[in-house]
């Protein structure tokens, strides 16, 4: 009996060439679709972003107020944000402030001074206090975006004493519980580089009292 076998089908070399053409047609229209929605992405963030601030848009008398208060707390630094500046401890933000576009953002159109943007500073606020502190208006108010952020407005009419602890308390939110141990220590008891210096202990010679012991 004979059996026929069909022969192995080989593609000519015609068919082998269109197809590469092919293949490599696919990955040209795959590049340039990549090139196009790259463009569409950096053209609607130009858009989205042509009109927010950058860091030099705070007023230099603002910052020389925020700089202080937080490099004296232990391990933050200073970095330009996406709109404005911020102030961290690892990766979480302290405080962050930047000058909006009230047109675009419709949140801080009543907080307008003179007409002009306002300059704001967002924080971190202990959970309880958050109802108490937003609810005494100008100039606090609840931030359009996480479960215990606040916003204030920074002019001539705020209390920097009072921003100063606002500060700190959203540092203490934010940092790791050893270095906030750190922050509430007083001043005179933190080193330039915000380490705490040992507690100087009492003369041996000193008994009850600070009083020399007789016998």
Request: proline content about 10%; hydrophobic content about 40%; glycine content about 6%.
């Amino acid at each position: 009996m004979t059996i026929a076998l069909d022969r192995p089908t080989v593609a000519p070399r015609e068919a082998v060439i269109a197809v590469a053409k092919l293949g490599g047609l696919a990955w040209l229209l795959r590049l340039a679709k990549a090139a196009t929605s790259d463009r569409h992405a950096k053209f609607t963030h130009n858009r989205y972003y042509r009109r927010m601030s950058s860091p030099g848009d705070v007023p230099p008398e603002i910052l020389d107020r925020l700089r202080p208060i937080c490099r004296r707390l232990p391990d933050t630094y200073e970095e330009p944000a996406w709109i404005g500046v911020r102030w961290r401890i690892r990766t979480r933000t302290v405080a962050h402030v930047y000058t909006p576009d009230p047109e675009r953002f419709p949140v801080y159109a009543r907080h307008l001074i003179a007409g002009e943007a306002p300059t704001v500073m967002t924080f971190r606020v202990p959970i309880d206090d958050l109802l108490s502190l937003t609810t005494r208006g100008f100039p606090y108010f609840r931030a359009p975006w996480g479960h215990n952020v606040v916003a204030t407005v920074l002019g001539d009419h705020t209390d920097w004493t009072e921003t100063t602890e606002l500060i700190t308390d959203s540092y203490c939110e934010m940092a790791p519980k050893f270095l906030v141990a750190q922050a509430a220590l007083p001043a005179d008891l933190l080193d330039p580089r915000g380490a705490a210096q040992p507690t100087p202990s009492p003369p041996a010679h000193a008994g009850l009292g600070g009083v020399r012991a007789t016998a």
